[in-house]
T-cell receptor, first 113, second 109 residues
Framework: GAVVSQHPSRVICKSGTSVKIECRSL??????MFWYRQFPKQSLMLMAT?????????EQGVEKDKFLINHASLTLSTLTVTSAHPEDSSFYIC?????????FGSGTRLTVV | KNEVEQSPQNLTAQEGEFITINCSYS?????LHWLQQHPGGGIVSLFM???GKKKHGRLIATINIQEKHSSLHITASHPRDSAVYIC???????????FGTGTSLTVIP
């Protein structure tokens, strides 16, 4: 079945540094990938839609200069949290669409100290 | 008001019980998804529905488009079913997803 690999699964970084999260489709090509964020005890919230070869589309309230998305190939999308702050600590997860179904990565738990 | 409402928020069941989780939504949708999130955070897509009913193993999902309601049923529940179950609807544009806040299920042996 369709597999999406997300890396790293956990990361702790210092405030002010940047963190890159990778999302790879392993056995299919994903022209579109989605990035979500989930705060404790809250539901998933769509942050942005990543389109291969073009600029990402960000949801209202998501800072595009802080959450940099690059979708340079049909199998890889990256989310970079720039100048991270403790309030960016969250669970980030990607998903990709294939054959009208959605496959999710395993998620990345980011802790900013 | 959330576009997607789930009930109950928390559910504890004895092993073997029949479980129902409900989802109501207020927007027009192209599809409804049921997702399972385990304690570590990883998410598995269980079902995608646009009409009727689907069954996979002990899991059954139904949707009533007219009533804007979906249910997820688990038959013969097992402790390994313990997870958060999330209802998500896809509405309008390709990337418009609305998520419920989830139902936390604990199945006790």
């Amino acid at each position: 079945g369709a597999v999406v690999s997300q890396h790293p699964s956990r990361v702790i970084c210092k405030s002010g540094t940047s963190v890159k999260i990778e999302c790879r489709s392993l056995d299919f090509q994903a022209t579109t990938m989605f990035w979500y964020r989930q705060f404790p005890k809250q539901s998933l919230m769509l942050m942005a839609t990543s389109n291969e070869g073009s600029k990402a589309t960000y949801e209202q309230g998501v800072e595009k200069d802080k959450f940099l998305i690059n979708h340079a190939s049909l199998t890889l999308s990256t989310l970079t949290v720039t100048s991270a702050h403790p309030e960016d600590s969250s669970f980030y997860i990607c998903s990709a669409n294939r054959d009208n179904g959605y496959t999710f990565g395993s998620g990345t738990r980011l802790t900013v100290v | 008001k959330n576009e997607v409402e789930q009930s109950p928020q928390n559910l504890t069941a004895q092993e073997g019980e029949f479980i129902t989780i409900n989802c109501s939504y207020s927007v027009g949708i192209s599809a409804l998804h049921w997702l399972q999130q385990h304690p570590g955070g990883g998410i598995v897509s269980l079902f995608m529905l646009s009409s009727g009913k689907k069954k996979h193993g002990r899991l059954i999902a139904t949707i009533n488009i007219q009533e804007k309601h979906s249910s997820l049923h688990i038959t013969a529940s097992h402790p390994r079913d313990s997870a958060v179950y999330i209802c998500a609807v896809r509405s309008g544009g390709y990337n418009q997803f609305y998520f419920g806040t989830g139902t936390s299920l604990t199945v006790i042996p």
